[in-house]
């Protein structure tokens, strides 16, 4: 049964949030760091405005000096140091620096300087926090009014033309487009809170700051700007005779709701200089400052940046650092970047960033929550449940567990609108375990052990990428106490709903809740249409939460049924919803049926009843016969007469053999590199290490999910590969799909999981006909690399080509025909024909007849010894010979069904795909199968 009505104690708690100063995190990426002796150095900046600090490129701890200066920092006696280098790339370091920083504990390090920041943090806990709906200054419902000011200071003036605006058509304007933008701030928040949030920004200003940007945003010893408040102070101040700030008093308690600062310039935490301000949210009273204007207390405030690089920066971080001011904390590591946090999937962590800070993604069900705007539905017993994308429902479930202050979240998130730039879509699971102590020090993600907020990853914990959502890449459906990751609370205990059947169609998601309760539905409106005399187009509706469609269509003789070939139980996507339905007899009476299928559930049968029609001479099919008179050089190829034809129309094609070539990929020696016509994707590095590599450095590292590698469009068919790997850790779930392109279609061939964490050669034997193209892909799971090397794939089969004297010849009224000027060296002949009437209609064409001019009585050479083959009862064939050499199988007809290599196992394994005589050759030798 699912309840709309959330338990006091539960709601209490889903309402809580951060209740100290936030800021957004540093954008990633490398970054041109100049000292103050003109050299340049690579560097990151971790952490935010609490705490930060850089990292050269290599990953070596820095310390700044009162001048700007970075100096490579170590730990000396269990103390931090600054040494006396100033930072520099690698090749810029002398033998003294490098033998300095050598063996530096960056761990430690990083603690050291952490621990000497919050001990003069200036950005602590409001001290009225409580219980419930956390107490913050701005209401989070209704029409609400926001102070917006621009300021820029003495020396740095802003570079927008008319900010006053942009910067009010970026926060307010419908459809607000400019530099890419995909909408306004106050969209944002209307569609995040399902319309009860209607945020409105006043944007004063721009006002002149009295003085330089380094006096605000200039960092102390311990990091943090120096006296950014003041610039709340100053600004206010200058607006007091032009503004009535009593009316940004919404809740009329006396003090200011929020002031928004946009200051010009760049941010600190998007590549701007040490002394710019870092965009973040606080208030003067932690400050040690106190202001009043118009009857109000001026305490809450927030700011950012006028500049993101060359151009204004996008809603991002404005909604950031506002959804600070209304109480949310920061999802990301507060701390360091160690850990895998919710990403670009939360506007609270490195969201803001989408779509170069265009497009944040949408309030997510946690979020929405804590601001009392989502409808949440609690499960606490067997059901079934659909999920609509949250950006259209506002609907999420949640599952508690033993503990009031701890469970799971499930919503439905898809790449459109602000979702757009997610990195995948699907169900995100929450696990969320609220502590007071950790929201007031904005540490919620900080332990990499014990997120207090975390993403429940499918494709392992750990990792908030692409394989974040369910079911994903994995296509993961379970999500249990028995799984990876587990359904368990912190303490290891089950809540005793495991999760099954988890699935994504059409933009929902559907799961089922301790087995679930719902019904397949059986496929409505079924109906025939296109009928013919030898076949007709079958069509139903879809049926909701379907994975897969049975279709078999039969005629009656008596009380058996007679199965059309291909139809009985035929297999549909449930993407589709229709069938082409061939091989029926004209005027003949046929039963369709359609079943449904999900997981195990199976629904009742729709069925109707068809009779096909007349039979007239554009649907008839000749019929051929083995060839007579065959000899070195010619054949006469024979077929019956078809009632009404005028002339026959005959083909010929010859057919050889092609020697099996291997294309080898060893991915070069000093340069990466694949063979002409390989791809592989931006997801691909690359190892040099040689105990990860296969024969020889280097090897391919396939780092994240959905890396791939393709093969060359071959000529000929591939019949068999094999490769090199080695995984980065037992993973058993991680494996690498083995793709084919079959007629223009990826097919999936294989799977290969359970990979060797110490490397080996994994070998693809079975593969089918007409395969011109392998895909490889790697499926990660927990964050596990893999190393990919010495790909093999060999190339070969038969190649035919149509005779050019019997292109559809005109063979005139007859029923044999004699085929010369034939070669020997040719492995066979293939010959159909087509009749065509006196008004010139033309009948289907015939089915291939095939002829050996070596044996006349065989579809293939020689026999081979029986004992060289093996055929299994679930068609598996395996052929006994010598390494290297070619076994293949054939249909009555002479087409190619399947070939493989025989390995150095002196084994060849080929899948025989139905019921049916086949014939196997190899090493020109022949035997005839029945399966």
């Known amino acids: 049964m699912m309840k709309k009505a959330l338990s006091t104690a539960l709601l209490a708690v889903f309402s809580l949030a951060a209740l100290e100063a936030g800021a957004v995190p540093a954008k990633r990426g490398v970054r041109q760091y100049t000292q103050p002796d003109g050299t340049v150095v690579s560097v990151t900046l971790q952490g935010d405005e609490r705490f930060h600090y850089y990292l050269t490129a290599d990953n070596l701890p820095l310390m700044e000096d009162a001048d700007g200066g970075l100096y490579f920092a170590t730990m000396k006696d269990g103390k931090l140091q600054r040494t006396n280098y100033l930072a520099c790339d690698v090749q810029r370091r002398s033998a003294a620096v490098k033998a300095s920083v050598a063996g530096t504990n960056v761990g430690a390090v990083v603690s050291a300087l952490r621990a000497r920041a919050l001990s003069t943090n200036r950005y602590k806990a409001d001290s009225h926090a409580g219980m419930g709906k956390f107490d913050t200054t701005f209401p989070t419902k209704g029409k609400q009014k926001a102070l917006v000011v621009l300021v820029e200071y003495k020396d740095v003036k802003f ?389 897969e469609y049975v279709v078999s269509v039969y005629k009656r003789d008596g009380a058996e049924k007679e199965y059309v070939e291909g139809f009985r139980a035929a297999k549909v996507s449930a993407k589709s919803t229709s069938i082409d339905v061939t091989g029926l007899e004209a005027e003949t009476d046929y039963v369709a049926e359609v079943t449904a299928l999900s997981g195990t559930r199976v629904s009742d049968t729709a069925s109707i009843h068809v009779k096909t029609a007349v039979m007239t001479f554009p649907y008839m099919t000749p019929v051929v016969l083995p060839a007579s008179q065959v000899d070195d050089n010619a054949f006469t190829a024979c077929w019956k007469p078809v009632e009404g034809a005028d002339h026959y129309l005959l083909t010929v094609e010859g057919a050889y053999e092609v020697a099996p070539k291997a294309d080898n990929c060893d991915f070069g020696s000093l340069i990466f590199r694949v063979p002409t016509g390989w791809n592989y994707s931006l997801k691909v590095t690359r190892y040099t290490d040689p105990s990860w590599c296969g024969k020889a450095s280097p090897a391919a590292k396939l780092d994240k999910d959905g890396a791939t590698i393709t093969t060359a469009v071959y000529e000929h068919d591939v019949l068999s590969c094999s490769f090199w790997a080695r995984l980065a850790g037992y993973k058993p779930e991680s494996a690498v799909v083995v793709d084919g392109l079959v007629d223009g279609q990826w097919t999936s061939i294989a799977k290969f999981s359970d990979l060797s964490t110490d490397g080996a050669t994994y070998t693809l034997d079975s593969i089918p006909a007409g395969t011109r193209q392998l895909r490889f892909t790697y499926l990660q799971s927990d964050g596990a690399n893999l190393a990919l090397d010495d790909i093999s794939v060999m190339v070969g089969g038969v190649e035919r080509h149509v005779l050019e004297a019997f292109d559809a010849a005109n063979v005139g009224n007859v029923n044999a025909c004699r085929v010369t000027g034939l070669s020997s060296q040719e492995t066979g002949y293939y010959y159909k024909v087509m009749a065509v009437s006196q008004d010139d209609s033309h009948t289907l064409w015939s089915a291939e007849q095939y002829v050996s001019l070596s044996d006349p009585t065989a579809i293939a050479g020689h026999p081979v010894n029986v004992s060289k083959v093996a055929l299994a009862s679930d068609g598996t064939l395996t052929c006994l010979g010598k390494a290297g050499d070619v076994a293949k199988v054939y249909s009555v007809d002479g087409r190619m069904c399947c070939s493989a290599v025989v390995g150095q196992n002196g084994r060849a394994a080929l899948a025989l795909r139905g019921h049916g005589l086949y014939v196997v050759r190899m090493a020109g030798n022949s035997v005839k199968i029945l399966y």
């Open 159 to 547: 570079k927008t033309e008319n900010p006053q605006q942009y910067f009010s058509d970026m926060l307010n304007k419908d459809g607000f487009s400019e530099y890419g933008a995909t909408g306004c701030a106050r969209q944002y928040f209307l569609d995040a809170s399902n319309g009860q949030f209607d945020l409105t920004c006043d944007v004063y200003g721009p006002v002149t700051l009295p003085n330089k940007r380094s006096y605000y945003g200039g960092n102390g010893l311990s990091g943090h700007d120096r006296q950014p408040e003041e610039m709340v102070i100053d600004a206010v101040k200058q607006l007091d005779d032009s503004v009535d700030f009593s009316q940004y008093d919404r809740d009329h308690d006396g003090i200011l709701d929020n002031v928004f600062l946009f200051y010009a310039g760049k941010g600190e935490a998007s590549g701007g200089s040490a002394e710019t301000v870092w965009p973040h949210a606080w208030n003067l009273e932690q400050a040690g400052k106190s202001f009043t204007v118009d009857g109000v207390l001026v305490d809450h405030y927030a700011c950012t940046c006028e500049l993101q690089g060359s151009k204004p920066d996008g809603i991002g971080t404005f909604c950031h650092e506002f959804s600070h001011i209304m109480g949310l904390p920061d999802l990301y590591n507060t701390v360091s970047g160690g850990n895998y946090t919710p990403g670009e999937w939360s506007v609270m962590d490195y969201g803001p960033y989408n779509n170069d800070s265009r497009t944040p993604p949408t309030y997510s069900a946690y979020e929405r929550n804590a601001m009392g705007w989502l409808d949440l539905q609690t499960v606490s017993e067997a059901t079934s449940v659909k999920l609509d994308d949250i950006k259209d429902s506002n609907k999420a479930v949640v599952i508690g567990t033993s503990r009031p202050n701890e469970f799971f979240l499930f919503e439905n998130r898809q790449q459109t609108s602000w979702d757009t730039y997610l990195p995948g879509h699907g169900m995100l699971i929450w696990h969320v375990e609220y502590q007071a102590s950790v929201w007031e020090d904005n540490s919620v993600n900080n332990d990499p052990d014990h997120q207090y907020v975390d993403l429940v990853e499918a494709n392992g914990e750990g990792k908030s990428s692409q394989g974040a959502a369910w079911p994903g890449a994995l296509g993961k459906t379970e999500f249990t106490a028995t799984t990876k990751p587990a359904f368990l609370d912190w303490y290891k205990k089950d809540p005793g709903l495991p999760i099954t059947d988890i699935m994504e169609s059409e933009g929902k998601i559907y799961f089922d809740v301790d087995g679930g309760n719902f019904v397949l539905a059986a496929p409505g409106g079924l109906q025939e249409s296109d009928v013919t005399p030898i076949s007709m187009h079958l069509s139903w509706q879809p049926v909701e939460r379907a994975k």
